[in-house]
């Protein structure tokens, strides 16, 4: 099973921009889809963005479209989420989670992703 340690999070003012990290060892991400959720407190688990199992779509969720874009690294076996225009509504834990079983309609489904790490803060505040 693949392992995630996510990095990057951090305090920043609104409109300031951030970009967290997935890194994943054990397995490469070849072949799974890799995904990004948020979770703030009080609240349900928020799918953010994920590429597809072959790599070449993406999806995003509604309220960050447009503010935020995934890339990845290949060589580093690293997945990268930039976050834009960020706004107080951003802050949460964000999580990266893998899964070499996840189907398209399935995508933004938490509960289809076996691989997670240990999340990262994103706090957004003046």
């Known amino acids: 099973q693949v392992q995630l340690v996510e990095s990057g999070g951090g305090l920043v003012q609104p409109g300031a921009s951030l970009r967290v990290s997935c890194a994943a060892s054990?397995?490469?991400?070849?072949?799974?889809?890799v995904a990004w959720f948020r979770q703030a407190p009080g609240k349900e688990r928020e799918f953010v963005a994920a590429?597809?199992?072959?790599?070449?779509?993406?999806y995003y969720g509604d309220s960050v479209k447009g503010r935020f874009t995934l890339s990845r690294d290949s060589g580093k076996n690293t997945v990268y989420l930039q976050m834009d225009s960020l706004k107080p509504e951003d802050t949460a834990v964000y999580y990266c989670?893998?899964?070499?079983?996840?189907?398209?309609?399935?995508?933004?489904?938490?509960?289809?992703?076996?691989?997670w790490g240990q999340g990262t803060q994103v706090t957004v505040s003046s």
């Open positions: 054990g397995r490469t991400l070849s072949g799974y889809a």
């Open positions: 989670a893998a899964g070499g079983g996840v189907i398209t309609s399935s995508i933004r489904n938490h509960r289809q992703y076996p691989s």
């Open positions: 590429y597809s199992r072959t790599g070449g779509y993406t």
